[in-house]
């Protein structure tokens, strides 16, 4: 079922083939990337203002728009509408600020290999494809879109895959791009079927926007590659209620019915979503769809994206507008992914009010103040990780090393850090040199 705005859009490009639409390959293949084939398939001029800019803009960062992604173009609200906002190139994305940068996360930086970022121990980002059916105009690698130059061959895509093999600690890797949906079938199954003969890969995760902006992605041949590796975890990236049509929903289904769990990650942006109601609308609709809200970003200090930016307070009230109010699965957890490559750091409301030695006072989403008396009698045992030694039953692989890292090591009875000092503090640095001089 195609609606009457999606049916005129066929008709402009070829015809009108109904079985073109649902092609995953014509859809991509009839990306619009130009100003004329945008105006010509949604009938309609947009401002002279916007023709001047449009080269300028797309020069630096180009523009691609699945024709089934600008069908849900609104054309009579065109300024304010969340899926033009999201995918058509607009004046303010030339705006560097000063606090803007081409690689605010880092990712480069934190990459042992081209392609890959290790950030966290157990973990690692593995980008194995560079192109995206649409360019999201709040993309945070937007230095990268369009860039012929960046496109993982195969040879790099193995040095990725040698790495993990040879890091026991990653047990979970999280294949992204770009949209790692993009890939042929073909090309994704040899991927995952090398990191699948790698014993210390627990789980393989996939981020894709492909539900969103090109659903007829998700075949009964894709389903079937990836059901041979699972355990999979699929992530996608609901912006706006709007989003949820009923290709998505199809799309959603089939990967739900075949037993991978689905997450989303939204990002937060001005003039989108940067609304409780908004947000609130759309956890309900991908939770119906079994969906699980992931992570509500922060948007990024990405060059080009100051115009989507809101303050932090916005996720903050948006999250206060949740908690509580409505299922705790559809709250998603809100990060901030601090630059220069701090990761991701989650904030929420203070539910904490106060405290003393045997009672703490919380407050609810209502604001109901409540007490809770703390036990009396709760003996604190020192921990040395001799866990064989330990009442508590955990069974551990033998003698799995393990160091405690940041806050984690200060709280840790078995490591003598009391404190955690910056790299290259003066004052340490002076007390360093007054004890070399006392030896
Ligand atoms: C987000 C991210 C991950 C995954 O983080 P989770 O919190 O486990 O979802 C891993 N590596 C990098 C570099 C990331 O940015």
Redesign the pocket.
């Known amino acids: 079922m195609i609606s009457e705005q999606q049916k005129s859009i066929l008709k402009e490009i070829d015809g009108g083939k109904l079985s073109n639409w649902m092609d995953w390959k014509w859809q991509v293949r009839h990306s619009v990337r130009d100003l004329e084939t945008f105006e010509r398939l949604l009938d309609i001029k947009v401002p002279d203002t916007i023709r001047e800019q449009y080269k300028q803009i797309t020069s630096k960062f180009p523009m691609s728009i699945t024709p089934y992604y600008l069908s849900l173009i609104n054309t009579d609200n065109l300024e304010n509408d969340p899926i033009f906002k999201q995918s058509f190139p607009v004046i303010d994305e030339l705006k560097v600020l000063k606090t803007d940068m081409s690689d605010p996360?880092s990712?480069d930086r934190d990459s042992p290999v081209p392609g890959i970022?290790h950030?966290?121990p157990d973990?690692?980002?593995f980008l194995v494809s560079n192109t995206c059916a649409m360019y999201c105009r709040h993309c945070t690698r937007k230095r990268r879109v369009g860039d012929q130059d960046s496109i993982p061959g195969k040879a790099q895509i193995l040095k990725g895959i040698e790495y993990i093999k040879k890091t026991p600690r990653i047990r979970d890797v999280?294949l992204s791009g770009g949209d790692p949906f993009l890939l042929s079938t073909k090309y994704l199954d040899w991927i995952m079927t090398e990191l699948r003969k790698i014993d210390h890969v627990e789980i393989i995760r996939i981020g894709t926007r492909t539900p969103v902006v090109l659903p007829y992605r998700i075949t009964d041949e894709l389903i079937n590659m990836l059901k041979k590796h699972q355990p999979v975890w699929i992530n996608s990236h609901f912006n706006h209620p709007r989003e949820i049509t009923n290709s998505s929903r199809t799309a959603l289904k089939k990967l739900a019915d075949a037993g991978f769990p689905l997450g989303n990650q939204s990002v937060l942006l001005a003039g989108v979503n940067d609304c409780p109601r908004i947000m609130k609308s759309l956890v309900h609709k991908l939770a119906f769809n079994r969906v699980r809200p992931y992570y509500l970003y922060q948007c990024d200090l990405s060059e080009g994206l100051s115009h989507f930016r809101t303050p932090i307070g916005k996720g903050i009230e948006i999250l206060e507008s949740l908690i509580g109010h409505t299922s705790g699965f559809c709250v998603p957890t809100y990060v901030i992914?601090a630059p220069g490559g701090g990761?991701?750091i989650p904030v929420m409301p203070n539910y904490l009010i106060s405290w003393s030695t045997n009672k703490v006072i919380l407050r609810n989403y209502e604001g109901v103040i409540s007490s809770y008396k703390e036990p009396d009698s709760y003996e604190p045992y020192f921990c040395d990780r001799n866990c064989a030694e330990c009442d508590l039953e955990l069974q551990l692989e033998d003698a799995q090393e393990y160091k405690a890292v940041g806050i984690e090591k200060l709280l840790a009875d078995y490591d003598k850090a009391i404190s955690l000092v910056p790299a290259n503090n003066p004052r340490y640095k002076r007390r360093n040199n007054d004890d070399k001089k006392k030896k």
């Open positions: 996360l990712e970022t950030r966290y973990r690692v980002l999280l992914d990761g991701k």
